[in-house]
């Protein structure tokens, strides 16, 4: 089997990890063959993506906790803000916690972060969203737990840079993180991408046209040759 050559213990582990390991294709769909192969033998992967990063969940729900920060008064903001990972108060119990007295932890923590914003010490904001929030240790339960701490911590390094470069303030950060959802901003090609997962003891699997840059100890092409049918795909 095609999974058999990620056996790293063959190697030695204090030599090769998967994430030596990458796997090139020419189109995304063809990774299921081997994304079925490596989930049998229990191989860890993750896929690379060139785009998406700003359209991605993650981002959504930064602009959402943006925007409650921003205006913690607001109740619909607030609400939405609730519903996300960094609150993830079930839809279903919303109407008992959306009007929050100010005594409520919640609305402590985003009066909390509002005055830190009124400051623009963004690296205390961003790093309270990640740790304080019990964000991460939820999403490392989740399927795809680390590709998304991976880019919460993308887009907080982004929005952190940018802010303390221009002297934003929380309004024109909010308006920033939309231009990012509608990929207006001002973003490098390198910026734009997904960065490989934070556990980078991964193979990677990605097509040939992202691969650009990146580099790995051991590539295998694993392009369809043409004239073989299908069933034979490396």
Known sequence: EMASVFQVEDFGKDEVSYGHFCCLF??????????????????????????????SKEAIEISYILE???SPHDEGKRAIA???TFFRIDPLNLPEVRDLSRGHVIFKKLLEWHDLAV???WAKIFNALMEETGLIEFCL????????ISNYRQIFEWLEGQAYDKKLSLFDLCALVESYQNNNADLSDEEKKMRIDS?????????IF??????FPF???????????KKYPF
Do not use: H, W
């Open 119 to 121: 400051k623009r010490q």
């Open 26 to 55: 020419d189109i995304k769909a063809n990774m299921a063959f081997l994304v079925r192969q490596l989930e049998k033998n229990e191989i860890p992967y993750s896929v690379y993506q060139e785009n998406g990063i700003s359209e």
């Open 141 to 148: 339960k989740e399927p795809g737990g680390e590709r998304k």
């Open 210 to 215: 992202v691969s650009k840059g990146l580099e």
């Open 219 to 229: 590539v295998f092409d694993c392009k369809y040759s043409p004239g073989e049918k």
């Open 68 to 70: 409650a920060i921003d």
């Open 199 to 207: 556990d980078t003891k991964k193979v990677q699997l990605m097509t």
């Open 82 to 84: 609730l519903i996300s």
